[in-house]
């Protein structure tokens, strides 16, 4: 496809249940991003991959997050044991390597999970 | 203190007029400056992105950098209300180029 696909866009859960999300990045982009955002708030930064490895996984919340690109294309975002307080729109995003640099990320439309 | 800081707005203003947002960061580390563009329930896309202190424009957009004051500004000439969206504003450090540090946005309403 032409953009940054996400699926599900839609998700709702009860607590405690595992979720996956998955992210399809633009054909070619190297760097692939998750972040969350929360209602009235800005992206907030989960981890980045570079190829197939996870270079920083730094922003995600606990262990309960786990995020794979096994072949360095299509990436999935796990949540086990999920909490209400993880409610919110995980965005993914890809950026060819040279784009890192001018900040240009181009996101999916965004999985919104919701957590009853 | 967040780390990037806008107003939440609304600022509202007339169709034709100029809108200013701002937006100041704690780091003085950063090196990159973004403005980020999301209209409701899509995702963000990129406008204009700063790095030297000054003006750069682009169309009817310019972005200002003032790294001594830690502040960063986005002006819109000729608003239009097709321009009525959140504004977000992002920093990177250099030592991590690729995060970007968003702030939480401030929604410009364009009037007609």
């Known amino acids: 496809g032409a953009g940054v696909s996400q699926t599900p866009s839609n998700k709702v859960t009860e607590k405690g249940k595992y979720v996956e999300l998955r992210c399809d990045p633009i054909?070619?982009?190297?760097?692939l991003y998750w972040y969350r955002q929360s209602l009235g708030q800005g992206p907030e930064f989960l981890i980045y991959f570079q190829g197939t490895g996870a270079a920083d996984d730094s922003g995600l919340p606990n262990d309960r997050f786990f995020a794979v690109r096994p072949e360095g294309s299509v990436s999935t975002l796990k949540i086990q044991r999920t909490e209400r307080g993880d409610s919110a729109v995980y965005l993914c995003?890809?950026?060819?390597?040279?784009?890192?640099?001018?900040?240009?990320?181009?996101f999916g439309e965004g999985s919104r999970l919701t957590v009853l | 203190q967040k780390e990037v800081e806008q107003n939440s707005g609304p600022l509202s203003v007339p169709e034709g007029a100029i809108a200013s947002l701002n937006c100041t960061y704690s780091d003085r580390g950063s090196q990159s400056f973004f403005w980020y563009r999301q209209y409701s329930g899509k995702s963000p896309e990129l406008i204009m992105f700063i790095y030297s202190n000054g003006d750069k424009e682009d169309g009817r957009f310019t972005a200002q950098l003032n790294k001594a004051s830690q502040y960063v500004s986005l002006l819109i000439r000729d608003s239009q209300p097709s321009d009525s969206a959140t504004y977000l504003c992002a920093v990177s450090r250099m030592d991590s180029s690729y995060k970007l540090i968003f702030g939480s946005g401030t929604r410009l309403l364009v009037r007609p």
């Open positions: 995003a890809s950026s060819p390597l040279g784009g890192i640099n001018t900040g240009e990320l181009f």
């Open positions: 054909s070619g982009h190297t760097a």
